[in-house]
């Protein structure tokens, strides 16, 4: 995943693909930002096959690449955060910090004990010998000076250790920004990606039925054609409120694209996988969405809807491809229904 310490391009490179990425960039209908520079830049310096595809995968879709499109592939492709790696990074800081703690700590325990046993000494010795109860006086007064540096030690560890907590916070805030569409709440697609990944490596005996079900709203264009993107965008989230509602707690639901949800379950029965899809697919063609600033209701809002189940060995991508085929076939076969290719 590109970042930024990943640019390392010479400034002449870098110079040839602001000549090809700024012609590029023009005839898009995203404003020329820093976020649709990083992804054109990315697409001319080719440094990401999967960021190019996407590119052109749009392109032939909608013509020309518009905000939403932009902002998506930069989230997707561009703004990568090595979470996994800042959270061993803080988690490793915390433990050694924690570690000096102690040390710190422990230090100063046994130099206050061997103070306070020196003031017994001096205060015995006192009676019988002054040069020896000055010489114990010395040697006690350098005791107060190296436990006030062990104080102050532990002082600043505690205000260094306070600061390390609030970095941790960070990072698990980051984290799971990383991973959550902020429009819906939903998992975003590498939110998915994750859970889709983690459901197919853990081995369970005997395996469960994994289903995916890849939902798209119907003439979404339309919508925000008609109505605006701003209430498009009130439509993406109502039918985000929708799918989580209704499928189980442990199914992961998540806006993969645009206008493109996915729902992974990751033990259903085919009945229940189809009766899920099914009843998303009544559930949002009876909804009728209110714009918030006028109160009008909308006509209608209708989902295609593609059902695969996964087959024993097969990679995550293939699943995926095969629940697009079948969103597809619903699209082709007139919308708002759901397909199950033969064979799940
Ligand atoms: N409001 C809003 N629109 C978005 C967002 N992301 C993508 N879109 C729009 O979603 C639309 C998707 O349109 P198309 O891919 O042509 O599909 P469609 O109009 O739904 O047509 P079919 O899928 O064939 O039924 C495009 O106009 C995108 O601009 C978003 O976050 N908010």
Redesign the pocket.
Known sequence: MPTLNHYTESIELSAEWLRKALPLMSRQAAALHPVSYAVWYGYVAQRDPALRAAVDEALA??GRL????T??LYQRFVAGFDAEAARRVADGMQHLLAGMADTAQAAGDSTARYGDSLARLSQALSTESDRAGDAVSAVMADTQQMRQALQSLQDRLAANQREIDQLRDEVHRARRDAVVDP?TGLANRRGFDEALDQCLSIPVDPAPDIWLLAL??????????TW?????????RAVAQLVRALAPPEATVA?I????FAVLLPAATQPQALALAEQVRQRVSAARIKRHDSGETLARVTL?VGLSRWRAGESAQALVERADQALYAS?QGG?DRVTELPGG
Request: charged share 40%.
């Open positions: 879709r909608d518009d905000e939403a499109t902002l998506a429009l798209d709203i119907d003439h979404f264009k339309q919508v925000n054609d605006g993107h701003g209430f498009g965008d009130q439509v993406l806006r694209g645009g206008e493109e295609s699209k919308r």
